[in-house]
């Protein structure tokens, strides 16, 4: 029987991991203190270039963090995609706020030409904020997720959001090393443009903790209030005295240990990345039936996932025939997320132009791509592809 080739696991080296943890259990700083944690944070910041980094108890955390610190609110609503997951907008309601959904281009990103449309169409400005036409709530912000490891064209959306004063939180959670490499935005990684980025390391991301978050900020004194808030917002931590509500979202010290071992190996795991999707998407363009999706070409993306389009018509099978098929031949895949505006708790929330966006979850899957996925395991996916195809 043919082992299982999963869709992205983890990419462990286990000694200096285990060397950092048993310093960890040895010193007794396995919680929310300890020098792996400044050392993570540093190593992160310097990677992206910025300044400062706060390590988080995940990806939802810091965006819960990010919505509070600039005082989103029930009288708000924010800009989110339609097309991500579903952990990307559940924080918009942890604050009391309410979602407007937008669609996707063929980035799968959220759309820039639809958000534009958005903002002229159905909104107004008045005193220099944005309101909804339709609700006449403010519109503060907007969360874009850069989906799969794809930048988002973020020009475009960086200028709309200066000229309807939108803050811009970038869910960066799947795009750890992903940069522009030309126009306004070139050597800027993805997570370091907008006004707050937030990467996660979640035992499926580019690199793990097994769980936890970054934040980054342009602002200073931002960051410095996510930290506090991230740790109970402490203002005397000798004599615990809280000035304000704050949350239990630091990250632990025995997760940046690992974190401080994979941020090291980051860029060897994007070269096999690189690597593999190239092998892919070479075999894939001689299957009628079955495309590669594209990066954007003015990135130099981390490649984290790697989607296929499929065709029913000349391939022979949809979507999900596909996906089942390849689950019996021992390969694991997954479909796009289901569409956010359809969840139930949603479904009354505002759509605007979702049509890319449904098509592309009818049609989207994404095939192994782990950092540690070997040749012979590409090579497999390939002749189960090219085997599956009706003739």
């Given at each position: ?238 004599y615990f005295i809280h000035d304000e509500i704050g949350y239990n979202y630091r990250m632990l010290n025995l997760q940046a240990a690992i974190g401080t071992t994979q941020i090291d190996r980051l860029e060897s795991f994007i070269a096999t990345k690189i690597k593999n999707y190239n ?113």
């Open positions: 029987m043919r082992k299982t080739i999963n869709l992205s696991v983890p990419n462990l080296d286990v000694e200096p991991i285990l060397s950092n943890l048993r310093e960890c259990i040895e010193s007794g700083w396995i919680s929310t203190g300890g020098k792996f944690i400044t050392e993570f944070e540093n190593k992160v910041a310097h990677y992206t270039k910025s300044e400062k980094a706060v390590g988080v108890q995940s990806g939802t955390a810091g965006l819960h963090l990010a919505l509070d610190v600039l005082g989103v609110n029930s009288e708000d609503e924010i800009l989110v995609p339609t097309l991500t997951f579903i952990a990307a907008v559940n924080p918009v309601t942890y604050v009391g706020a309410t979602p407007i959904f937008i669609g996707c281009d063929d980035s799968l990103c959220i759309d820039p030409a639809l958000l534009e449309k958005f903002l002229e169409e159905e909104c107004f400005v008045k005193n220099g904020v944005t309101y909804n036409k339709k609700t006449l709530k403010r519109i503060p912000a907007l969360i874009l997720v850069h989906v799969f490891g794809n930048m988002a064209d973020m020009e475009k959306i960086m200028e709309l959001a200066s000229r309807f004063n939108l803050k811009v939180i970038e869910d960066s959670t799947e795009a750890l090393g992903t940069y522009y490499v030309s126009g306004k935005y070139a050597g800027k990684y993805a997570g370091t443009i907008g006004d707050i980025g937030i990467y996660s390391f979640n035992a499926n991301k580019i690199i793990t903790t097994g769980g936890g978050g970054m934040v980054l900020a342009k602002d200073e004194k931002v960051l410095d209030k996510i930290r506090s808030l991230s740790t109970q917002a402490k203002k005397d931590e000798l092998r892919y998407r070479e075999a894939i363009s001689k299957i009628d039936g079955l495309t590669m999706l594209d990066f954007n070409t003015e990135t130099r993306p981390n490649y984290w996932f790697y989607s296929i389009v499929v065709d029913e018509a000349l391939y022979g099978m949809n979507k999900d025939e596909l996906l089942k098929a390849l689950v019996d031949e021992g390969i694991q895949t997954r479909p796009i997320w289901g569409l956010i505006h359809e969840q139930k708790p949603y479904l009354k929330n505002q759509i605007y132009g979702s049509e890319k966006a449904i098509w592309y979850h009818d049609r989207v899957l994404n095939i192994p791509c782990s950092s540690n996925l070997g040749d012979d395991d590409v090579q497999t996916v390939i002749e189960v592809l090219k085997g599956l195809k009706k003739k």
